[in-house]
């Protein structure tokens, strides 16, 4: 991160440099170049923020019933695990509570997100 900031100011600093030097009759071209550094500048910064601060989003599905300091505290420890696993700041991270009927848990759970995606789960369930 710190060199593709040292990077970006050298060449905004190089830029400017430019524009300074540069006679008034081609100011019209130098906006153009400002502008598409500027473009290309917000693009980086964007995917850098997207690779490093953006993500993940965990949904936790379970029966209804649990307090909501049960929630609070079960959304805490998620976050704290991702934070230390994953290495992302804690405001990167998202989680959502859905609370799904126990008559309605094989339905609309396990028949249609656990059963077809088995090779996928890390954590596999053990009814």
């Known amino acids: 991160m710190q060199?593709?900031?040292?990077?970006?100011?050298?060449g905004t600093i190089l830029l400017f440099l430019l524009l300074i030097t540069v006679q008034q009759?081609?100011?019209f071209l130098n906006r153009n170049i400002i502008t598409s550094y500027a473009w290309l500048l917000n693009k980086q910064l964007f995917l850098y923020l997207l690779?490093?601060?953006?993500m993940p989003?965990?949904?936790v599905k379970m029966f209804?019933?649990?307090?909501?300091e049960q929630k609070k505290k079960l959304a805490a420890e998620i976050t704290r695990?991702?934070?230390n696993t994953l290495n992302k700041p804690e405001s990167s991270v998202s989680i959502a509570m859905e609370e799904i009927p126990e008559k309605e848990w094989m339905k609309k759970v396990y028949d249609t997100e656990i059963?077809?995606?088995?090779e996928k789960l890390y954590k596999k369930p053990g009814y």
Request: hydrophobic share 45%; net charge positive.
């Open 51 to 54: 690779k490093t601060s953006i």
């Open 64 to 68: 209804p019933g649990k307090t909501e």
């Open 25 to 27: 009759a081609s100011v």
């Open 81 to 83: 695990a991702i934070v």
């Open 115 to 118: 059963t077809p995606n088995l």
């Open 57 to 59: 989003h965990v949904i």
């Open 3 to 10: 060199v593709l900031i040292s990077r970006i100011i050298r």
